[in-house]
């Protein structure tokens, strides 16, 4: 069965400080990757996402992650914080030949030193 | 707004009682799913339809739960006989599988089950 490991489950930084956030996933096949961010008493929203071609993917608010096949990860990346990032980070799997249920993590609650 | 619609956004229920809730997906999306989220936790898959069709359900959706979607267009969850467990946040999202399988959510109903 396909699962998602988040191993950081609260992160505090300084705002300018540069963000780095894990995420591991168990699955032997061709798979999707999301993050998603919830900001404080907001649904969720799609961050950035990886389906094929260029391993290094970049979504909005300056965010990036990277797919790595051989070490099943694909970690969040922000050079520089804001105190507008804190928020909830989730990153999640889908089967990619099926498309069928979507995996979340238990997330990464980042909090932003103004 | 076009997004995915869910009511009621809060309910609050004696134990025992039944309860629904509606989720409206964007217009055109053929998958569905429902997903169940506790405080500090990720969304927990519950359950998923491909239009009309329920495809898979979780093994922790117990049979007081059950999940309709009528005519592969808005759907419904209905909890029979409350426990105090049940009480957590309950997100619906929607997909259109033919042109990617990422999933847009919405803003949940908040369950409180005294």
């Known amino acids: 069965a396909q699962s998602v490991s988040q191993h950081n489950h609260h992160v505090i930084l300084s705002e300018a400080a540069s963000l780095e956030l894990g995420c591991n996933y168990s699955?032997?096949?061709?798979?999707?990757l999301f993050w998603y961010v919830q900001y404080p008493g907001q649904h969720l929203q799609l961050l950035l996402k990886?389906?094929?071609?260029?391993?290094l993917v970049k979504g909005i608010k300056g965010f990036e992650a990277e797919f790595i096949k051989s070490k099943f990860s694909f970690n969040l990346r922000k050079p520089s914080v804001q105190w507008s990032d804190t928020a909830e980070y989730f990153c999640?799997?889908?089967?990619?030949?099926?498309?069928?249920?979507?995996?979340f993590g238990s997330g990464t609650r980042l909090s932003i030193r103004p | 707004d076009t997004g995915v619609s869910q009511n009621p956004r809060h309910k609050i229920t004696k134990r025992g009682q039944n309860v629904t809730f509606r989720c409206d997906p964007i217009?055109?999306?053929?998958?569905l799913y429902w997903y169940r989220q506790t405080l500090g936790q990720g969304p927990e898959f519950l359950t998923y339809?491909?239009?009309?069709?329920?495809?898979?359900k979780s093994r922790l959706l117990s049979d007081r739960f059950s999940a309709e979607r009528p005519k592969g267009s808005f759907s419904t969850l209905e909890i029979q006989r409350t426990e105090q467990g049940d009480s957590a946040m309950y997100l619906c999202?929607?997909?259109?599988?033919?042109?990617?399988?990422?999933?847009?959510f919405g803003q949940g109903t908040r369950l409180t089950v005294v």
């Open positions: 999202a929607s997909s259109d599988r033919d042109r990617g399988t990422e999933a847009f």
């Open positions: 699955y032997g096949g061709t798979v999707n």
């Open positions: 990886y389906f094929s071609g260029d391993p």
């Open positions: 999640a799997v889908t089967d990619y030949s099926s498309a069928s249920k979507i995996i």
């Open positions: 217009s055109e999306h053929n998958r």
């Open positions: 339809f491909q239009n009309e069709a329920q495809l898979e």
